[in-house]
């Protein structure tokens, strides 16, 4: 790997040289949608198949319709037709888990690695991946609720000036600390994970520590490439919708499949490449042999 190279343009070229990986979770997340909408599917035909109004959402969108759908005795609870879609994105979320150790294995390596490289990876890293998550999700869910308990005084305070934007602002730029915040608790733990899987870490205390001493050092550079990865997705993400407005007409299903499918496949490879240029810095910076002082002997002393 290049030292020269920049976080963003080392993770770039990782992860285009990894497509593998961003094809096989992109059709898994295909396959888990398409069994969580079986819900909603099923009881939309029961009613749309035999109705004439359905027209209205056959060939384009139209919101009442769909809400009158929604509301009928015989399209059921509304329980039954989300608990697939949330069931089937828990699950997504757990393989990922999965998988993802042989990803970043994948990613530090200067070679393909076998597919026996990579399942022994997931195995291995399995539970210490888990054990991340749950660390991850509580520091995430504290920092959150401080800065959410901050948010109402701030609020409170700003409604009390003469500038009757203030409030407004106020309320942006704690958005925007709270989504920086949490960028970085995600940088965090992607150092972690990267340590884990890397140097075969079992006690994942250790890595967090690793991954918290290396962010504290290097916030501005992650930071920055995180955001920049994060700007190019908005940026692909409202010229999807853009293009989708004008040139997929309403009656188009499958011109609405492909543009948002598109859409979904580069927000996927957005976020496999933070996790690209995270495994970039880890190699050009954190993994480093460490060289154990020989012990020193003492002098003998010969005695006339």
């Given at each position: ?12 070229g ?22 969580g ?17 359905s ?9 009442a ?6 509301s009928?005795?015989?399209f ?7 608990a697939?879609?949330?069931?089937f ?9 999965i998988f993802?150790?042989?990803?970043l294995?994948?990613?530090?390596s200067?070679?393909r ?10 195995g ?15 520091v ?10 901050a948010?109402?005084?701030?609020s409170?305070a700003?409604?009390?000036?003469n ?14 600390v ?5 960028t970085?608790?995600?940088?965090w ?6 340590d ?6 079992p ?12 962010l ?5 550079r992650?930071?920055?490439?995180y ?7 908005v940026?692909?993400l409202?010229?999807?919708i853009v ?15 492909l543009?948002?499918?598109l ?5 996927l490879?957005?976020?496999?490449w ?6 970039a ?6 993994a480093?042999?460490?060289v ?13």
């Open positions: 790997m290049n030292d020269k190279k920049s976080l963003l343009s080392a993770g770039a990782i992860a285009r040289g990894n497509l593998r990986y961003i094809i096989w979770f992109y059709l898994l997340n295909l396959l888990f949608a398409w069994f909408a079986s819900g909603l599917s099923t009881h939309a035909h029961d009613i749309m198949d035999h109705s004439v109004y027209d209205q959402l056959l060939h384009g969108f139209h919101l319709a769909l809400i009158e759908l929604t009928r005795p015989e059921g609870p509304t329980k039954s037709s989300t697939p879609a949330m069931l994105g828990v699950l997504f979320l757990l393989t990922s888990l993802m150790p042989g990803v294995l994948g990613y530090s200067d070679h690695i076998s597919r026996d490289e990579f399942f022994r990876a997931c291995r890293n399995l539970w210490r991946f888990v054990r991340l998550f749950v660390m991850g999700g509580i995430a869910g504290i920092v959150s609720g401080g800065l959410m308990a948010m109402d005084p701030i409170k700003a409604e009390t000036t500038y009757e934007r203030l409030p407004f602002f106020s309320e942006v730029a704690i958005w925007v709270m989504i920086l915040v949490l970085i608790v995600r940088i733990f992607d150092l972690a994970q990267t884990v899987v890397l140097r075969d870490q006690a994942v205390r250790k890595s967090v520590a690793v991954g918290f001493r290396s504290r050092k290097n916030v501005v992650l930071l920055g490439t955001v920049a990865i994060t700007l190019v997705a940026a692909m409202v010229a999807g293009l989708w407005n004008m040139i997929v007409p309403s009656s188009s299903v499958f011109g609405a499949f543009v948002s499918q859409m979904m496949l580069l927000l490879g957005m976020r496999f933070e996790r690209a240029s995270a495994v810095f880890y190699v050009k910076q954190m480093e042999p460490v154990e002082a020989a012990p020193v002997q003492a002098a003998t002393v010969v005695v006339a």
